[in-house]
């Protein structure tokens, strides 16, 4: 499938949460969460992606790749959020958009987590001190982040 395709595809998909996102929400730069920090991060990718056009983009995306990001996505939220199917849909959608279309790293630079793992841009490269531990996992969807492997904190 061409990359052009699969962003089309997702915009489309993105239609029902229209209404359902705000789309101006009043965050507080204040508000150094993680969860205020991602949220306001699938915000950006979702103002992304519906307000974009992508048609130029003629290189094919690996389908088994694509998929198995799907079903690692999937697995995650089979173990820590089994019920909530339909926000399950919106994070998939904006995971293959930034993987496969924006080829930006999955958590936002500059977000520290509790346990000192930060992701962080140095020139034109990310970098996450927590993916040399992270990609090991089972499930983990770190093998589909463009952010380079980095230990020293």
């Known amino acids: 499938?061409?990359?052009?395709e699969l962003f089309l595809k997702l915009q489309k998909g993105m239609e029902q949460y229209k209404s359902k996102v705000k789309l101006n929400d009043n965050f507080d730069e204040k508000d150094?969460?993680?969860?205020y920090i991602m949220?306001?991060?699938?915000?950006?990718?979702?103002?992304d992606l519906i307000n974009s056009s992508y048609e130029e983009l003629d290189d094919e995306v690996d389908e088994k790749e694509l998929k198995d990001l799907e079903n690692r996505i999937d697995e995650y939220f089979t173990l820590y959020s089994p019920d909530d199917e339909e926000f399950r849909e919106f994070i998939k959608k904006i995971s293959v958009y930034i993987t496969f279309i924006a080829k930006k790293p999955l958590h936002?630079?500059?977000?520290?987590f509790s346990n000192g793992i930060m992701l962080y841009k140095?020139?034109?490269?990310?970098?996450?001190?927590g993916k040399s531990l992270f990609i090991k996992k089972k499930h983990s969807l770190c093998k589909y982040c463009i952010a380079q492997m980095n230990n020293i904190m």
Not at 39 to 47: T, W
Not at 108 to 112: L, R, S
């Open 1 to 4: 499938m061409k990359r052009s």
């Open 32 to 35: 150094k969460s993680v969860q």
């Open 39 to 47: 949220s306001r991060y699938n915000l950006e990718n979702f103002n």
């Open 108 to 112: 936002p630079p500059g977000i520290k």
């Open 122 to 129: 140095k020139g034109d490269t990310y970098y996450c001190t």
